[in-house]
């Protein structure tokens, strides 16, 4: 048995409890992970609240969590190259609130010891989402791309791997957040009344595309406007909306694995130096509600992560 956060019915924070659950040993490509700490995602409350339901349907109790970072405590068959007590993050599809969770190996990665636990649970879901977005939108050098929900957990790590790659970014934010976006090589715009003047005086030369990692509503009508077309506009937050406008949205079911590849980008950053991910508050597992009410409410610099 392992201690985990989960909930029995679709709800608000508080329908989140501690439970007991059991954990079966790894199979084929599996490792079981004694885990240290949580990132929290969007995702998470939108599950939880039953909002992603035809997505993301759970079996109750449920338990939430996307990320973690941890000690490898066994390892399934035909895993190599991973022992007990190797330290690793990874990506998981849910079962990230516990104590224990099995984690497919091919979304995992080492963790130097140089990286602390709560900056290792922050890797995962955001890289991964930063280097699918980067690579669905066909964004290059020497382009310019809007990032809206630029401050976030996913929009810091992007905006880290676009200036990497020779993207520049213009990105929306609160303006608490606004020096926060020039310290990672963005130009910070605000969002509300006029959004659309401020973007196109921060870009002078025109906006090639644009992510939406906020899903407030009218940035899709907004981003299709400056950028000229719905091809060349990506959301990871506002499905419906999506739909709506004729912009692609991606929820991580592509074909294309890029957990590795993001792994490697981010670790190349963090070994450079120059890899920031700010943490907006760190809680114990034992308060995800309290967790989930702050992601719910948004303008978060950087990520919310929980201790177990």
Not at 19 to 41: F, K, Y
Not at 278 to 290: F, G, I, S
């Amino acid at each position: 048995m392992t201690k985990a956060i989960a909930f029995s019915a679709y709800g608000g924070a508080d329908v989140l409890h501690p439970v007991d659950i059991e954990l079966p040993a790894p199979g084929p490509g599996q490792v079981r992970v004694a885990v240290r700490t949580v990132g929290v995602n969007p995702l998470d409350h939108k599950v939880r609240s039953g909002a992603m339901a035809g997505m993301f349907p759970v079996t109750f109790p449920a338990v939430t969590g996307y990320e973690l970072a941890g000690v490898v405590e066994e390892v399934g068959p035909d895993v190599t190259g991973l022992a007990p007590g190797d330290e690793v993050f990874a990506a998981v599809m849910g079962g990230a609130y516990a104590e224990q969770a099995l984690v497919a190996a091919e979304h995992l990665a080492r963790k130097p010891a140089s990286l602390g636990w709560e900056e290792a649970a922050a890797i995962p879901v955001a890289a991964e989402t930063a280097e699918r977005a980067l690579d669905l939108l066909g964004v290059e050098a020497g382009q310019t791309l809007l990032v809206h929900g630029a401050a976030g957990g996913v929009g810091t790590v992007l905006l880290q791997f676009a200036r990497a790659r020779g993207i520049t970014v213009v990105g929306t934010a609160s303006e608490a957040n606004h020096p926060h976006l020039r310290d990672l090589g963005a130009s910070p715009v605000t969002y509300g009344a006029g959004l659309a003047e401020r973007i196109r005086a921060a870009a002078p030369g025109g906006i090639d595309r644009a992510l939406d990692a906020a899903g407030q509503g009218g940035v899709l009508p907004l981003s299709v406007e400056l950028t000229g077309s719905p091809d060349k506009v990506l959301t990871i937050a506002d499905f419906v909306g999506a739909a709506e406008h004729g912009v692609r949205f991606t929820g991580g079911a592509e074909t294309v694995p890029y957990h590795q590849r993001a792994y490697a980008a981010a670790l190349a950053l963090h070994e450079a130096g120059t890899l920031r991910l700010p943490l907006h508050r760190v809680l114990p597992l034992a308060e995800a509600a309290e967790a989930h009410r702050l992601s719910e409410h948004g303008h978060l610099r950087g990520k919310i992560v929980l201790t177990v």
